[in-house]
Nanobody, 124 residues
């Protein structure tokens, strides 16, 4: 089992930045693909970003160029740096871990472990 805990969400104005953190419970976290998803009320869970074993990154088109995923392995922590935030980024953000094949890194069903989510609200 990998326990994941997100933090860093909050209320910001459009154009501002936030950094989300995802703390993992064990060192084996560095053997997993890590990803961020988000889910707004009434909507499906949406892929945001992923980082694979070989440091390949994936981003949704809506966040590419604004968000950056990274990890700090000694701290067993993943991050999502969110710049130039827009109101449409408002959502609950979840970190996830798993071992999907490259073709499945954008699919929520490919991940075995999930955090509890952290709310990000971006006002106009």
């Amino acid at each position: 089992q990998v326990q994941l805990v997100e933090s860093g969400g909050g209320l910001v104005q459009a154009g501002e930045s936030l950094r989300l953190s995802c703390a993992a419970s064990e060192r084996s976290f560095n053997t997993y693909v890590v990803a961020w998803f988000r889910q707004a009320p009434g909507k499906e869970r949406e892929f945001v970003a992923a980082l694979t074993y070989d440091s390949t990154t994936y981003y949704s088109e809506s966040v590419k160029g604004r968000f950056t995923i990274s990890t700090d392995n000694p701290l067993n922590t993943a991050y999502l740096q969110m710049n130039s935030l827009k109101p449409e980024d408002t959502s609950v953000y979840y970190c996830a871990a798993g071992r999907p094949r490259d073709s499945y890194v954008e699919l929520a069903s490919a991940y075995d472990y999930w955090g509890q989510g952290t709310q990000v609200t971006v006002s106009s």
